[in-house]
């Protein structure tokens, strides 16, 4: 069987990315993995596409030359200027962006095909979610988009389980609610860590899309059904596993513990892009 | 009378900063300005001072390029890796901060000497107005810092004069309030938005420093006692007011015409930093 034992590469604009690699993580033990945090440049999701992109081709240059054979964009905010196909053809290797699975799954798990999503200013207002949720033509399908900026803010605050936060996930959810929605995209790779709160505010009638866990099933899926995979065995010296991140920060080191528990992580290393 | 007429430069890393600007615009006619907005990078506030210290400098190095008399940094994130004085000497031209200013006032305005400071992480874990209200030897003085990683995003979200901000604003300086502070250093250019919930929470016993009325009052003294100054009769083909931005959104151009009002704004450039 051909195997290639090269690593797979990830990037999101912070740490919020990790919950896509602790999936991967645990799914595909024989894997190696490079991680980049842009977290000198973050948030992408109040910066414009033209902004955006130019950071992804960044980051995607600098992950290449690191030998990678698939990058993983765990951003939805970076994800969202691949959707419109204007730079397919243009990467070395296979580039995963979080919006289709993260759409997909939400077609397959609604009834009523009323979808909600959340996301970063910029993700709402590249329309990503909803292109690849229409582009599928379901009969009746209609989508319904909120922009919610003060919800990285308050995970970064740690304040997740918290009355004041639920005030504003009601708020910010209250108009997709009244347009009875029975799925709810987390179009961000923070908002799993609000899933708690989203949820009770959504009630139980109304499914929630965690697009981290739908872009790592899609990847898992590829592994297995190609010649993607690497050897099984790792070989020692074969780092499993390497983080890097653009801007070191003491914080940095103990949200990544936290996201990436029980895989006990390597020390960040601090690496320039621009 | 000798008189400088090149223009004045400015940067914050976004638009916050503005606020000094026009504070300076009103004082100073003879004046020409050069504000540089760092929105590709924004916020400084929760990154390292490492990472701030290098985009302090290309910022400097970028507005010295354009042939500034004085340097404005007009946002407190960045100006705290100035106040330490290990860059001392590195600058062709003055280079200001808003935070020995703001310190200053707030020294002159205090009876009890004990002095609240609102600011970011890297504000609040820099220890700069500390540092500044300490260094001055004055009996007695007694400083209380709190960071306030959420006041940003609300003032950019457009919830200023709303009752779920001033929960925020109450859970931020309940600690302060609880040490009988009797003035209050806004020490972020984003915070004057929030003036009046700021005010109502803390009470009228408490006086407010604006930091960023603060390094204007500061600017304009020493344009007045130097040979800094421009000469009166502003020659019709010198630009009065140029605003560059190393991102630019529509809300951009929408928030610095808010910000700005009464004055009339040139078109926002798009400038490359890194």
Redesign the interface.
Known sequence: VKTDDRPIGLFDSGIGGLTVLRSLLAALPNESFVYLGD????PYG???S??IERYLLQNIAFLNKLNVKAIVVACNSASTVLVDGHLSGSFQVPVYNVIEPGAKAALAASVSKRIGVLGTKATVSANSYATCLLREKIPNTVVFQQAC??LV??V??GWVDDP?TN??IH?YLSPLLSEKIDTLILGCTHYPALRGGIGRVAGSGITLIDSAEAIASAIIADIASSTLGASSGRSPLRPALRLMT????SSFTEISARLMHPHVIPALEAVDI?
């Open positions: 977290t000198a440049r973050l109040s910066k414009s033209a902004t900026p003060l803010p308050l970064e605050e004041l005030l504003v708020r653009t801007d070191v920060s621009a």
